[in-house]
């Protein structure tokens, strides 16, 4: 009696059912990881230009008056001055004494060094 090696039909349609019902689980899960990551990239980002601003202030004695040429020293990357989620330029109003640094998507805020996320 002989007996062939290999799979059948029944254990292979198995298998393909498992994986994408673990596949169906996952998906969405990690969606939501995504865009969690993403707002966290921006409050970094939001709390790296408020460190600029601060240590820009150290070394003039004034806040930024334009924010792409007076930040670039202390930022690595000027993509930096962007949301990652909606890829739009953040909001810095900077007087000589005051500064407040906002996102456009709502991610949230920083006023003078005191932080509120949305």
């Not at 998906?27 to 601003?53: H, K, W, Y």
């Not at 008056?65 to 670039?72: Q, V």
């Not at 001055?81 to 996102?103: F, G, H, N, Q």
Request: aromatic share 8%.
């Amino acid at each position: 009696m002989t007996r062939n090696k290999g799979f059948t039909l029944l254990e292979m349609m198995f298998v393909i059912v498992v994986l994408s019902l673990l596949v169906a689980v996952a998906i969405p899960r990690f969606r939501g990881v995504r865009d969690d990551a993403e707002v966290q990239s921006c409050r970094m980002r939001l709390a790296n230009i408020a460190t600029a601003e601060e240590m820009h202030y150290a070394k003039h004695g004034r806040y930024t008056e334009n924010r792409n040429s007076d930040l670039t020293p202390y930022l690595k990357n000027i993509d930096r001055l962007m949301c990652p989620k909606s890829k739009e330029p953040y909001i810095i109003a900077a007087t000589d004494s005051t500064y407040k640094v906002s996102c456009p998507s709502g991610h949230g805020h920083i006023d003078e060094g005191a932080a509120s996320w949305e």
